[in-house]
């Protein structure tokens, strides 16, 4: 019987956090959407606007007998970069903030160790928002597992493309075969 459980979590275009939690064993479901804001419901086009107050991230449902919240929190906390605020990349504004969503207090927890054990290979302070879940609302279809159905696009080919690549490198042991 599998222990499955919830995680929220965002750190710049959700197209390249999707990428990368999907090829980790033990992850079920992943939706891209938005989340903290306060709007209900908006569309793609809004929130790329800045004046909804969401951010865009994932949602994951994860066999946490497979992988743990820690490891996958380990994984989204180097795979993007936590230090800088509304910004990854070319990305610029507060819908590409680096977030997490905890479901309940085991995993805000569990996030304050994992910001403190990653602080080490960051120069530049964490400025990952840590706060509770409230309410995600799903991306459009044609954001639902981007990566995979657009391989051949010029930004997944320039900006996922790299972070797949060091998630292979960094953590072989935790992917699918």
């Known amino acids: 019987m599998k222990n499955l459980s919830t995680a929220t979590f965002g750190g710049g275009c959700f197209w390249c956090v999707e990428a990368v939690i999907q090829r980790l064993k033990g992850v079920e479901t992943i939706k891209s959407g938005f ?11 809004e929130v790329c606007t800045g004046r909804t107050g969401h ?12 992988i743990s919240y820690h490891d996958l929190l380990t994984v989204f906390m180097t795979s993007h970069d936590p230090t800088t605020l509304n910004r990854q990349g070319g990305d610029n504004g507060t819908q590409y903030r680096s977030i997490v969503l905890y479901h309940n207090e085991l995993q805000k927890k569990i996030a304050e160790q994992v910001f403190e054990e990653v602080q080490t290979v960051y120069t530049d302070p964490i400025v990952t928002q840590l706060k509770p879940f409230e309410v ?42």
């Open 136 to 177: 995600f609302y799903e991306a459009e279809d044609y954001h639902q597992d981007y990566y995979n159905n657009n391989q051949e696009a010029r930004y997944c080919q320039l900006v996922i493309d790299p972070k797949v690549q060091k998630l292979k490198k960094m953590y072989a042991d935790k992917l699918i075969s």
């Open 55 to 66: 951010a865009e991230v994932i949602q994951v449902t994860f066999d946490s007998d497979i």
């Open 35 to 45: 989340s903290d804001g306060f709007i209900k419901n908006p569309a793609y086009r």
